[in-house]
């Protein structure tokens, strides 16, 4: 299904916050309209993700990055009306995963959450890290920080975990509304890429170990 198509369904629904967009005079810029191509072109997910020949692998994964962030806070808006705080008193993953929300500044300490409280605290984390040209530069002769892999294996982490929230608690939600293959194109999509980087531990990727099986095929 093409990118497009995905973008255009869930805009209709409430968008839980602003994008963010590539500068033109920016190298991301030209590998983010690169990759909305491959997508909507139709090319496997599995190919789409490889880096380009020739790119700056940083450059790649900055554009993704910042793509997935906007297409989940695209899919959190979809089921954001009832994921309350008293539908969901936790921030978990079926009765077997719990997740703690911790950012070493209101936080300190792992703290049980809502979901829809823990999601907003880290949407805004994530939008805080994107939108710092000190952790994902902005302009060609900027120089990506030396921890800059370890921020997007954290980043890429705990958006994964939106995407178990919404599987395991909201997916009558998406089929009612008519979202799911939407939504599965999507998750296909963020699947092939952190495997391809590996920038998400496996064992991270349990809580959705048996549909990855079903809708990726591997």
């Given at each position: ?23 033109k ?5 030209n ?27 940083n ?38 995963y ?5 950012d ?16 907003n ?14 952790v ?50 999507c ?32």
């Amino acid at each position: 299904m093409a990118m497009k198509g995905f973008k255009g369904f869930l805009n209709k629904d409430k968008t839980f916050r602003p994008k963010k967009k590539f500068s033109k005079d920016t190298p991301q810029y030209n590998l983010h309209k690169h990759a909305e191509a491959s997508l909507s072109a139709g090319i496997d997910l599995k190919q789409a993700v490889k880096l380009p020949p020739g790119e700056n692998l940083n450059d790649w994964i900055s554009v993704h990055v910042v793509d997935f962030w906007n297409r989940i806070n695209l899919i959190y808006g979809t089921v954001s009306e009832c994921c309350t705080e008293e539908s969901c008193k936790v921030m978990s993953g079926g009765p077997k995963y719990e997740y703690l929300w911790r950012d070493n500044e209101q936080y300190k300490r792992p703290t049980a959450l809502p979901a829809t409280t823990y999601i907003n605290l880290l949407m805004d984390w994530v939008g805080v890290q994107i939108n710092d040209s000190n952790v994902f530069p902005s302009s060609p002769d900027m120089v990506y920080p030396k921890n800059y892999i370890q921020t997007v294996r954290k980043i890429m982490s705990r958006l994964f975990r939106v995407f178990v929230h919404v599987y395991i608690h909201h997916f009558e939600r998406l089929c009612s509304i008519g979202a799911e293959a939407h939504v599965n194109t999507c998750y296909k999509h963020f699947y092939f890429f952190v495997s391809e980087f590996e920038v998400i531990d496996k064992k991270e990727l349990e809580p959705l170990k048996e549909m990855t099986k079903n809708i990726c095929h591997v």
